[in-house]
């Protein structure tokens, strides 16, 4: 009797461990710094742009990849030994990306990616992955094909870009925006100037409003931005609250600049849309009075994901799942 016992028991583990998936390290845990420099060539009149990326030490996985949203095929790009380039356009989602097989180790940075384009400099997203394994689930009786449930994959969200790590750098803008200055805090302002983060942190169903400058400057005046256009952060959701204030800049900053003000404006941070792991960076986009447009943005901190955040959320669909 103790024997069938144990032969039940064991027979009900190994079938929990046939029918476990397997969820490997995801793609979107990979800690990646892009820097660009760029440099003019009056006699060509192209615009040089050059890059380095750094595979953070406390990242899990190697880099395979850098992809920067710009519209227009660069000339005269170089690459790093084993790594491909291309230019890719599909429908509306059009970027220029490098490629290798040979992966760059965590700790390990790379330089060589560069181009060259008659267009002028502006901050662009960039997108990356890390070289993760593939995700397995065994067949059941409900899906032949079932889809791993492995919270840190971003299964079935839309988008070509969905599931990548997004940062901000600078690269060619072809449609002539605007590129001004942006600045993310929670500090308030005092009479010694204004505090802020240069990296803040959006935690999970964190509630509160996120504080954005757009900064003034020669080209962009803060005083003609049409507020009614304004889109922000991945749910491209409207502020809050917008002001006119003046020159918030200090020290050798402020005596080197011209005093252009800047536009105030208040998100609430629950309406954003951040996701954990995915987003390193936030993006703002409009319109000046005139149409002109503006696209900037500036670096986040990306908060690690939990199981927490797919709690009560599921992030797949099976076979028999109903759509009404």
Do not use: N
């Given at each position: 009797m103790n024997f069938l016992k144990i032969l039940a028991s064991y027979t009900a583990v190994m079938a929990s461990v046939a029918t476990a998936d397997t969820c490997p390290v995801a793609p979107s845990?990979?800690?990646?710094?892009?820097?660009a420099k760029v440099s003019f060539d009056a006699k060509t009149k192209l615009f040089a742009y050059s890059y380095t990326i750094m595979n953070d030490r406390s990242s899990p996985l190697a880099a395979t990849?850098?992809?920067l949203q710009i519209d227009k095929e660069p000339v005269q790009i170089t690459s790093p030994p084993k790594w491909d380039s291309n230019f890719d356009e599909f429908k509306n989602d059009v970027t220029f990306f490098w490629a290798t097989g040979s992966k760059l180790p965590p700790g390990h940075s790379l330089n060589g990616f560069s181009f060259k384009s008659p267009y002028p400099p502006g901050n662009v997203k960039y997108f990356t992955y890390g070289d993760a394994d593939v995700p397995t689930s065994e067949a059941s009786d409900?899906?032949?094909?079932?889809?791993p449930d492995c919270p840190d994959f971003f299964f079935g969200r839309k988008g070509a870009h969905a599931s990548d790590v997004v940062g901000v750098t600078i690269g060619p803008v072809s449609d002539g925006s605007l590129s001004p200055e942006m600045k993310m805090f929670r500090g308030e302002f005092a009479d010694r100037g204004w505090e802020k983060e240069d990296h803040p942190q959006i935690k999970f169903k964190e509630r509160g409003r996120l504080k954005v400058m757009l900064l003034?400057?020669?080209?962009?005046d803060p005083a003609k931005v049409d507020t009614k256009t304004i889109q922000f952060g991945p749910n491209k959701v409207a502020q809050i609250s917008s002001k006119i204030i003046?020159?918030?800049?200090s020290g050798k900053e402020k005596k080197d600049k011209a005093n252009h003000g800047a536009l105030m404006l208040e998100f609430a941070i629950e309406d954003l849309g951040v996701t954990c792991n995915i987003d390193h960076a936030l993006f703002i986009s409009g319109k000046m009075l005139d149409g002109k447009k503006f696209f900037t943005?500036?670096?986040?901190?990306s908060e690690a994901c939990t199981k927490e955040h797919f709690k009560d959320k599921p992030h797949h669909k099976t076979e028999n799942s109903n759509d009404d």
């Open positions: 845990r990979i800690i990646m710094d892009v820097t990849i850098l992809r409900v899906s032949d094909e079932p889809i003034g400057s020669d080209k962009f003046g020159d918030i800049r943005g500036a670096p986040l901190r």
